[in-house]
């Protein structure tokens, strides 16, 4: 069975910059499509981005421009470069098979954006 571990982080001020990462335990990650995800209080979980295994990404509307995600297949690794936050970027994020998020979610890293 996979696990996930988010790591990353943290408080940063609007415009600051973040830079996440999913560890994953298990021999099926690198043939995955990998996602990340996060959720604002109150609200629903969504899709950020995801990246296939040939290195294809794409990305939400809201962070379109802003965030880059990457994988190292060697490492079981996803990461989430976050630049140019904003308040609204506040959530708990956590990464998942995309889209079917099948695999047991991690516990996320909370990212809060605030001056």
């Known amino acids: 069975q996979v696990q996930l571990v988010e790591s990353g982080g943290g408080l940063v001020q609007p415009g600051g910059s973040l830079r996440l990462s999913c560890a994953a335990s298990?021999?099926?990650?690198?043939?995955?499509?990998m996602g990340w995800y996060r959720q604002a209080p109150g609200k629903q979980r969504e899709m950020v981005a995801f990246i296939t295994i040939g290195g294809s990404t794409r990305y939400a509307d809201t962070v379109k421009g802003r965030f880059t995600i990457s994988r190292d297949n060697a490492k079981n690794t996803v990461y989430l470069q976050m630049n140019s936050l904003k308040p609204e970027d506040t959530a708990v994020y956590y990464c998942?098979?995309?889209?079917?998020?099948?695999?047991?979610w991690g516990q996320g890293t909370q990212v809060t954006v605030s001056s």
């Open positions: 998942n098979k995309y889209p079917s998020m099948s695999y047991s």
């Open positions: 298990g021999s099926m990650f690198s043939i995955d499509v």
